[in-house]
């Protein structure tokens, strides 16, 4: 299983956070257009993500689970490509075995930095937000994921006082 430790921030200034982000790291950031379908998972979260990234379509299917805390959280996920042949098939089954939790659609501005993905977000119906995930090999802690989380949040400019902890899904359904 793969682990992360995240933070997800409400962002003041969506562009002065996109151009932060390209300066700390040096490359050129990636737009993505997501859309993701919740399903009402017994344990964590489970999700399937359409992705269109330079007019290329791909879906994968991702399920996590972390603790909807503010601040530096350990997430342990699994995801896997959806082969478009089976697209339809596999989403009329979760949808009737387990039912939809609700829709997400956002455009993400993906910049890598080393070790971590900065998701700057505009999600539709909610506003701007940050997201780092801090992808941990397996020798690595927590506490160094965290370590490294917190600086790049200070990097971009993003307070303590901005930390969420939920997910957008969680903040649609309030």
Known sequence: MSRNVEIKAKV???DETVRRAVDISGEKP???KQHDIFYESPNGRLKMRSVEENGVARTELIWYDRPDVAGPKLSQFNKFD???EILDALKLSLQSSMGVKGEVKKT???VLH???RIHI???DGLGDFMELE???KPEETPEHGEKVAH???EQLGVTEDDLLTGAYMDMLKK
Do not use: S, Y
């Open 12 to 14: 003041q200034n969506h």
């Open 30 to 32: 990636t737009i993505l």
């Open 82 to 84: 959806v082969p478009a």
């Open 108 to 110: 993400r501005t993906l």
């Open 114 to 116: 080393g070790q971590t």
């Open 121 to 123: 977000d505009r999600v």
């Open 134 to 136: 801090v992808c941990l």
């Open 151 to 153: 600086e790049i949040r």
